[in-house]
């Protein structure tokens, strides 16, 4: 939608085309307009003109011209000096649209106002994290899924983690254990010194941002094109709880895991038998290992061999008598089925 919109609304939300200038002027004076009145003008939404209603997808609430004269002027002030007339221009616009009607308030209650805020593309999220980014000064905590991290993930948020560093902000992540084993993770903290602090759990939440405990990103669909920035301090606070209680469970990057206290069984096959016994299929504990399916299943090719288990039946009835069933656990005394003795940490 962004090329689209690019190529067929040559102009910036200072110089609206007709339609557009249509299209926003009813949504301000009547607070929300329905998806379908936009699908013409696509400029809408690459400006940032009109965004998704929390509440009801099918509808957009426009930005209000005030939030939209201080995002241009922003921009316009990096560079000044060839940008006068423009400066104007989105001046005069804002007057126009602000007295049109009402204030602009969010349909859905008073009490929400900006605590949340849909960001619709890649280039909206960016450019709030940006945002984010710039105006942090102490603390940046982050929740990463995913297993192994791409050296192109890591590069692409290099710039602002940086900039953070170079501010003194301290940052906090946590990753599964699997990221462990990737390159790329390593070499970004090598980079990021003590700026940065890691630690690893067998499982995480999905993906969390939170800049200073005033403002979080998080998903809002599953391939990640869509995101909420969440401002509001009770939604705030219940986050940084979240994350505070994974931290204390997680593992420093720079510790080794602990052993499971079973012979010929490791850390991850001992968390692959805990997710078995609860009844997961193998993509659901890939997903939440953070691991290939291809991989879940040689692991539990592994456990079925040292515990002795001709089928999955069986090797459910294995990992309860060995006292698999439950979380990740050291210290404790385990007989492994069919090994006669019991192997002790």
């Known amino acids: 939608m962004a090329g689209h919109g690019a190529e067929e609304h040559p102009h910036g939300a200072d110089r609206l085309c007709g339609a557009g200038d249509r299209v926003y002027s009813r949504a301000v004076r009547r607070g929300?307009?329905?998806?379908?009145?936009?699908?013409?003008?696509?400029?809408?939404?690459?400006?940032?003109?009109?965004?998704?209603?929390?509440?009801?997808?099918?509808?957009?609430?426009?930005?209000?011209?005030q939030?939209?004269?201080?995002?241009?002027?922003?921009?316009?002030?990096?560079?000044?000096?060839?940008?006068?007339?423009?400066?104007?221009?989105?001046?005069?616009?804002?007057e126009w649209y602000s007295g049109l009607g009402r204030e602009v308030r969010p349909a859905a209650s008073a009490t929400e106002g900006p605590a949340i805020r849909v960001l619709d593309g890649l280039a909206r999220i960016q450019a709030a994290m940006d945002e984010a980014t710039q105006a942090c000064t102490t603390e940046v905590l982050t929740v990463q899924p995913g297993g192994i991290r791409r050296e192109a993930e890591l590069s692409e948020g290099l710039h602002r983690a940086m900039a953070l560093r170079g501010r003194g902000v301290r940052m906090r992540d946590l990753y599964t254990h699997v990221a462990r084993h990737g390159q790329g993770l390593l070499t970004y903290l090598e980079l990021m010194g003590d700026a940065v602090e890691?630690?690893?759990?067998?499982?995480?939440?999905?993906?969390?941002?939170?800049?200073?405990?005033?403002?979080?990103?998080?998903p809002a669909n599953t391939d990640r094109t869509m995101a909420l920035e969440l401002r509001h301090p009770a939604l705030i606070e219940y986050l940084v709880t979240v994350f505070e209680r994974l931290w204390r469970l997680a593992i420093p990057l720079t510790a080794p895991l602990p052993d499971t206290g079973i012979e010929g069984i490791s850390h991850r096959e001992q968390s692959i038998a805990a997710l078995l016994a609860e009844g997961h299929q193998d993509a659901v504990i890939a997903e939440r290992l953070g691991i290939s399916v291809r991989t879940c299943r040689a692991h539990i090719a592994r456990l079925s061999e040292t515990l002795g288990a001709a089928s999955r039946t069986q090797l459910g009835v294995r990992i309860a008598q060995a006292g698999l069933d439950g979380p990740p656990h050291s210290g404790a005394s385990v007989t492994v089925p069919g090994r006669g003795s019991p192997t002790v940490r």
């Open 67 to 94: 939030e939209v004269m201080t995002r241009l002027l922003r921009g316009m002030y990096d560079e000044v000096s060839a940008s006068q007339r423009r400066v104007g221009s989105a001046v005069a616009a804002v």
């Open 32 to 65: 929300r307009v329905p998806r379908r009145d936009a699908e013409p003008v696509p400029c809408l939404l690459d400006l940032a003109l009109l965004h998704p209603d929390p509440d009801d997808m099918d509808w957009l609430v426009p930005t209000s011209p």
């Open 198 to 218: 890691a630690r690893t759990l067998d499982e995480v939440i999905d993906r969390l941002i939170l800049f200073d405990r005033t403002v979080a990103f998080v």
